[in-house]
């Protein structure tokens, strides 16, 4: 996948218009196309560069494997349950979405929720079209001191918790990530689940669906609660197993339920929509203008942020190429991809375990995105169809490569301001070592042999290890650049290792033929390294 070379992008569901005028106003050519059927959008898929998509469109690895070019998916909102997220890893293309589009309309839905369950509006107002005046039979309660649970305390369970503490109410709640202390600055007093079920009088959930979270709400959940408690459900159907919800429903244990989302949807099985308790609506947390526009805006300047090389925002998988766009890493970035080659070619091996050490505090906290591009670079040249940063570490694992890492802050002179990285194949002698000059990869070392002066990693490069007292192999080199009219771009010899030495070769372009050179060395490899 080459970053940044984005030029086509299909939007495949309705989205604000504002969208489709930034990309074009990013150099993008756009194309606009909601309501496509799934055999529609394999054909229009296949020579775009981008997707962008809202809830409809759903993102399957078989539209993923038609899409030649795809190199990016766009969610516009919070959730990529549409998106197969893995079938898009593995072939290498970013999932992005936009966090905090619809926070603010998903979190002002859900608020108006537990207001209308408190009162029962829905029921009342529909009721009065009707030409009905009942009074009592629409007695509510008032939120002032009930306790409302906030399952996921993110964007969206955060925004919910502090509005409706301006209606008196208490705020508890569970998140696995979010600290108590952080949770308490915004008011929420954060308990184990089995705490939460028995004292509160109102539950609302803002987890992802994850094998976790499904079910989160079921039969043995809703016997702990208090009898009559409230749910609402805006975030993912499935969250609150809808069968223990009904038969909650139908025992008087839940008073009452409010749904923006469900299992199926729409959902064919009417019995939770139909219930008199329940109040439903068609999926509309993101559904206003200023959402809409949010979205359509925040994942458009996304997606020509990376065609541009500005950056990436919102990356769902992939994250180390977050950091690919960044000036000072990219040289680092590549540095570690050239050494995982280089170790490839002089390990002659990709299976095993390979150990990246990064020496020098600047280095620090590079471990997360020099291990995939270590990876990408071992896996180089091998079966797999393209290996990028993205899809690196997943296709590692399938190849039987494990890459870890470590760091000293200690880095040896001369390199104790910059960095050093050291990649080695665990249970042999092989290692290679580099560090970065101004905005270049060089490398230093190769297996014990240290260079003079280090090697830069870049363009057509051809390495051999000979016998340090034959020249042959040098003469030999030369009379074949002359005969195929390939220029010497550069040389560097590495200190004797067992009467051998290491040479790096720069050339103008790969030589086609080394039969004749092979002879008077140990080992000789091409490789091109951008």
């Keep these: 996948m080459a970053l940044g070379k984005l030029q086509k992008v299909l939007i495949s569901d309705s989205l604000d218009p504002c969208c489709r005028e930034i990309l ?11 309501g496509l059927s799934k055999e529609e959008l394999l054909r229009e898929i296949r020579d775009c560069d981008g997707l962008i998509v809202r809830s409809a469109t759903k993102v399957t690895a078989e539209v993923l494997e038609a899409a030649e070019r795809l190199q990016v998916v766009g969610r516009a909102g ?17 999932v992005m979405n936009t966090p905090t589009g619809n926070s603010l309309s998903a979190a002002e839905l859900t608020c108006g929720m537990i207001m209308c369950l408190a009162r029962q509006i829905p029921q009342a107002a529909a009721s009065m079209k009707e030409g009905k005046w009942d009074r009592k039979k629409y007695m509510g309660m008032e939120l002032n001191g009930k306790t409302l649970a906030v399952l996921g305390l993110g964007r969206i369970g955060r925004e919910v918790a502090t509005r409706m503490q301006a209606f008196g109410m208490k705020t508890i709640g569970y998140d696995p990530i979010i600290t108590p202390e952080v ?23 803002h987890t992802p669906l994850l094998p976790s979270t499904t079910g989160l709400l079921n039969d043995s959940t809703f016997a702990k609660c208090r009898r009559g408690v409230q749910v609402v459900n805006c975030a993912r159907g499935g969250i609150v197993d809808e069968g223990a919800l009904l038969r909650a429903l139908q025992s008087g244990q839940c008073g009452g339920a409010a749904l923006d989302v469900f299992t199926q949807e729409p959902p064919k099985d009417r019995d939770l929509v139909n219930h008199p308790n329940v109040i439903s609506c068609p999926h509309l947390g993101a559904s206003t203008r200023e959402a809409q526009s949010r979205c359509g ?20 998988n992939g994250q180390a190429l977050s950091k690919a766009f960044a000036p000072q890493t990219k040289p680092w ?8 080659t280089v170790l490839h070619m002089v390990g002659k091996q990709v299976q095993g375990s390979v150990q990246v050490c990064t020496l020098g505090a600047p280095l620090r906290d590079a471990g997360s995105y020099l291990t995939p591009a270590v990876a990408a ?17 997943l296709l590692a694992q399938e190849a039987g490569l494990k890459v870890t890492t470590t760091h ?19 249970g042999t002698l092989h290692r290679v070592t580099g560090t970065v000059q101004g905005s270049t990869p060089v490398l230093r070392e190769i297996n014990g042999a240290t260079f003079k002066q280090p090697a830069p990693l870049s363009g057509p490069l051809l390495i051999y290890r000979a016998k340090a007292s034959d020249p042959t192999a040098l003469a030999t080199l030369a009379g074949l650049l002359g005969k195929t009219g390939v220029q010497l771009q550069f040389y560097h010899s590495s200190g004797t290792v067992g009467g051998e030495q290491w040479s790096v070769v720069g050339l103008s372009a790969p030589l086609s033929n080394l039969s004749e050179l092979k002879p008077r060395v140990t080992e000789v490899f091409q490789l091109h390294l951008l």
Excluded: H, Y
Excluded at 78 to 94: H, S, Y
Excluded at 377 to 393: D, F, I, S, Y
């Design 183 to 205: 949770s308490a600055t915004f008011g929420v007093e954060q308990l184990p689940l089995d705490q939460i079920w028995p004292r509160c009088d109102f539950i609302t959930v």
């Design 377 to 393: 670079g071992m896996l180089a040249g091998g079966p797999q169809k393209e290996v990028t940063l993205v899809n690196a570490t």
């Design 78 to 94: 919070t959730g990529v349950d549409n998106v197969d997220v893995e079938a898009a890893t593995r072939k290498g293309v970013l």
């Design 333 to 340: 970035i590549a540095l570690a991809r050239a050494l995982g």
């Design 408 to 426: 000293s802050d200690v880095a040896p002179e001369p390199d104790s301001s910059t960095g050093l990285v050291q990649v080695s194949l665990q």
């Design 24 to 34: 074009e106003a990013g150099g993008l050519q756009v194309q606009e196309k909601p």
């Design 297 to 316: 805006k925040e994942i458009a300047m996304q997606i020509v942020d990376m065609a541009t090389g500005k950056g990436l925002t919102g990356v769902v």
